[in-house]
């Protein structure tokens, strides 16, 4: 008889615990392993998958316990079934019974909001309904000009000196900017918005400060908003029908915007470590095999902006992936774990190109209802950075790379770089891969086998050696230098005699009326395209 799986809330196997004074590093009551502790998620996730199968027990700050789903089909059978998981934390069990206290340090992840992400039924079609229509509004086409034009003023910051952080100085910047356009309030994007924004995800002594700093600013957008409606993102979702309260309008710019800016800053910053470090990966873009979007999804599969996602409730006793869950336990949607399942993906050095049934975006009723405006950010974002810069290489070893990790995420420290220095660009101009210059207009166009003589006071030309630039072509589509001469023009029209002055027109020489043409001839010089 088989003994029944691991309960989270249910009486551990105490012999699995380390004895007494055993220096065991990331091990807690029951033999369960603390995420937080982890030297090296990936490797821990690949031993619980050995030991458990596709959903593990694990541990969380002050042993909170939790399960971690590691499986790609548990994932989304998870987040696709919101009548067993919601999102609604209030019915944990560690929280409702004390375990959990107000200053648990990802309090700010689990604790319930009044926002769609954690509403469900009809409270989240409301609210989720407000976003996705606000979402809808956005034209796509004017969104990549507006990355494109960021793009090319964060490098002309640096482009000088010929050398950079792409962390600091683009992958942190370009989704703030690009987002501050989006909601409506491009004049509060700088250096300070951006800084507030890392220092609250870091969770520093200043987080309330700088969390503060961003609700001011969405605050006052909302407020001139009510009173002056545009075309962006918070008007419509003011606007909209649901009839977001202040409080909700305010939460839901803050997820959109910080969720946004989170995930798309990593996901910048991990493409371009690929395409630095990694030469088979470069040489498939320069050389055509991988288009950049392609290049997005792949590291969208291999290196996810969140590695896991607080988190799921159960809603009732049910079973996931072996493994007994009672309702009230907690689960972690893993999707870094999840993305690299044996079942799916048997060979992670197979390319992925063109598969988006990655996790990346989550899934079911709370997928990413911007995952459009991420893919677009990193895709221009990446293109008009190697366009710039297409000589650009890593400036340190690899091995000197170094990230922040934690169980939400790995965020690149720094990706520091040098290449060629480059003059700064109007980033007002159209692109051009070989801008040329314009030649100079030609006061008048000559037709004729010789160049015409200019035109001097004391010759006065005969009539006979004048004909119109308009009976040749008309005055739009004026022919092109080195053209035949009129005479063969005309010789070569059936029905058409050649003029008795076949002479070039003098430059500077009135035009003669134009001869009446034939339907055959307008019907010829049609085909023709003149």
Same mark, same amino acid.
């Given at each position: 008889?088989?003994?029944?799986?691991?309960?989270?809330?249910?009486?551990?196997?105490?012999?699995?615990?380390?004895?007494?004074?055993?220096?065991?590093?990331?091990?807690?009551?029951?033999?369960?392993?603390?995420?937080?502790?982890?030297?090296?998620?990936?490797?821990?996730?690949? *031993?619980?998958?050995?030991?458990?199968?596709? &959903?593990?027990?694990?541990?969380?700050?002050?042993?909170?316990?939790?399960?971690?789903?590691?499986?790609?089909?548990?994932?989304?059978?998870?987040?696709?079934?919101?009548? =067993?998981?919601?999102?609604?934390?209030?019915?944990?069990?560690?929280?409702?019974?004390?375990?959990?206290?107000?200053?648990?340090?990802?309090?700010?992840?689990?604790?319930?909001?009044?926002?769609?992400?954690?509403?469900?039924?009809?409270?989240?079609?409301?609210?989720?309904?407000?976003?996705?229509?606000?979402?809808?509004?956005?034209?796509?086409?004017?969104?990549? *000009?507006?990355?494109?034009?960021?793009?090319?003023?964060?490098?002309?910051?640096?482009?000088?000196?010929?050398?950079?952080?792409?962390?600091?100085?683009?992958?942190?910047?370009?989704?703030?900017? &690009?987002?501050? =356009?989006?909601?409506?309030?491009?004049?509060?994007?700088?250096?300070?918005?951006?800084? %507030?924004?890392?220092?609250?995800?870091?969770?520093?002594?200043?987080?309330?400060?700088?969390?503060?700093?961003?609700?001011?600013?969405?605050?006052?957008?909302?407020?001139?908003?009510?009173?002056?409606?545009?075309?962006?993102?918070?008007?419509?979702?003011?606007?909209?029908?649901?009839?977001?309260?202040?409080?909700?309008?305010?939460?839901?710019?803050?997820?959109?915007?910080?969720?946004?800016?989170?995930?798309?800053?990593?996901?910048? %910053?991990?493409?371009?470590?690929?395409?630095?470090?990694?030469?088979?990966?470069?040489?498939?873009?320069?050389?055509?095999?991988?288009?950049?979007?392609?290049?997005?999804?792949?590291?969208?599969?291999?290196?996810?902006? #969140?590695?896991?996602?607080?988190?799921? #409730?159960?809603?009732?006793?049910?079973?996931?992936?072996?493994?007994?869950?009672?309702?009230?336990?907690?689960?972690? #949607?893993?999707?870094?774990?999840?993305?690299?399942?044996?079942?799916?993906?048997?060979?992670?050095?197979?390319?992925?190109?063109?598969?988006?049934?990655?996790?990346?975006?989550?899934?079911?009723?709370?997928?990413?209802?911007? =995952?459009?405006?991420?893919?677009?950010?990193?895709?221009?974002?990446?293109?008009?950075?190697?366009?710039?810069?297409?000589?650009?290489?890593?400036?340190?070893?690899?091995?000197?790379? @170094?990230?922040?990790?934690?169980?939400?995420?790995?965020?690149?420290?720094?990706?520091?770089?040098? #290449?060629?220095?480059?003059?700064?660009?109007?980033?007002?101009?159209?692109?051009?891969?070989?801008?040329?210059?314009?030649?100079? =207009?030609?006061?008048?166009?000559?037709?004729?086998?010789?160049?015409?003589?200019?035109?001097?006071?004391?010759?006065?030309?005969?009539?006979?050696? @004048?004909?119109?630039?308009?009976?040749?072509?008309?005055?739009?589509?004026?022919?092109?230098?080195?053209?035949?001469?009129?005479?063969?023009?005309?010789?070569? &029209?059936?029905?058409?005699?050649?003029?008795?002055?076949?002479?070039?027109?003098?430059?500077?020489?009135?035009?003669?009326?134009?001869?009446?043409?034939?339907?055959?001839?307008?019907?010829?010089?049609?085909? *023709?395209?003149?």
């Amino acid at each position: 008889m088989t003994p029944e799986p691991h309960s989270l809330t249910g009486p551990d196997d105490l012999t699995l615990d380390p004895p007494p004074g055993c220096p065991a590093h990331g091990v807690g009551p029951g033999g369960l392993h603390r995420l937080h502790e982890a030297k090296d998620l990936t490797a821990l996730y690949d *031993r619980l998958r050995k030991r458990y199968g596709a &959903v593990a027990p694990v541990l969380l700050h002050d042993d909170v316990p939790m399960w971690v789903v590691l499986g790609h089909a548990e994932n989304l059978h998870m987040v696709r079934t919101p009548s =067993q998981f919601t999102r609604d934390s209030r019915i944990w069990t560690p929280l409702r019974e004390g375990m959990v206290k107000p200053d648990h340090p990802l309090m700010p992840h689990i604790a319930w909001q009044p926002i769609c992400s954690h509403a469900e039924g009809d409270e989240h079609k409301r609210l989720r309904g407000a976003v996705t229509g606000a979402m809808a509004t956005i034209d796509h086409r004017g969104l990549r *000009r507006h990355i494109g034009r960021s793009s090319q003023r964060l490098v002309n910051r640096f482009c000088e000196e010929g050398r950079a952080d792409l962390v600091d100085e683009f992958a942190e910047h370009l989704p703030m900017a &690009v987002m501050c =356009q989006v909601l409506g309030m491009p004049e509060e994007y700088n250096d300070r918005i951006v800084h %507030a924004a890392r220092d609250m995800l870091k969770g520093t002594e200043t987080a309330i400060a700088s969390n503060q700093y961003i609700m001011d600013c969405l605050l006052r957008l909302a407020a001139r908003r009510r009173s002056r409606p545009e075309d962006d993102f918070t008007s419509h979702l003011i606007g909209h029908p649901a009839g977001l309260s202040d409080d909700e309008i305010g939460q839901h710019l803050r997820v959109v915007l910080i969720a946004a800016y989170e995930a798309t800053a990593n996901l910048l %910053a991990n493409v371009l470590r690929r395409v630095l470090t990694e030469p088979g990966f470069r040489a498939q873009l320069n050389g055509g095999q991988m288009t950049v979007p392609e290049a997005v999804e792949q590291s969208l599969w291999d290196e996810p902006p #969140f590695s896991t996602v607080f988190g799921y #409730f159960a809603k009732q006793e049910t079973e996931l992936g072996g493994q007994r869950i009672r309702r009230g336990d907690g689960l972690l #949607f893993g999707i870094a774990p999840g993305n690299v399942d044996p079942r799916v993906r048997p060979d992670l050095d197979a390319d992925m190109q063109g598969n988006r049934s990655h996790l990346a975006f989550g899934g079911g009723p709370h997928e990413c209802p911007g =995952q459009d405006i991420g893919r677009a950010i990193a895709d221009v974002g990446v293109d008009a950075l190697l366009m710039r810069l297409p000589d650009i290489q890593l400036d340190c070893d690899e091995e000197e790379l @170094r990230w922040t990790e934690s169980i939400a995420s790995q965020h690149l420290v720094e990706l520091p770089v040098r #290449f060629t220095p480059r003059p700064p660009q109007d980033v007002t101009a159209k692109p051009s891969l070989n801008p040329a210059a314009v030649p100079q =207009q030609r006061a008048a166009w000559e037709i004729g086998t010789e160049r015409a003589a200019p035109a001097t006071p004391s010759a006065e030309p005969s009539a006979s050696s @004048r004909w119109a630039v308009a009976s040749a072509a008309p005055s739009a589509s004026p022919a092109p230098e080195g053209a035949t001469s009129v005479r063969e023009v005309a010789s070569a &029209v059936p029905g058409e005699s050649a003029p008795s002055w076949p002479g070039p027109v003098p430059a500077g020489e009135p035009a003669a009326p134009a001869r009446p043409q034939g339907a055959w001839r307008r019907l010829l010089r049609w085909w *023709r395209g003149y």
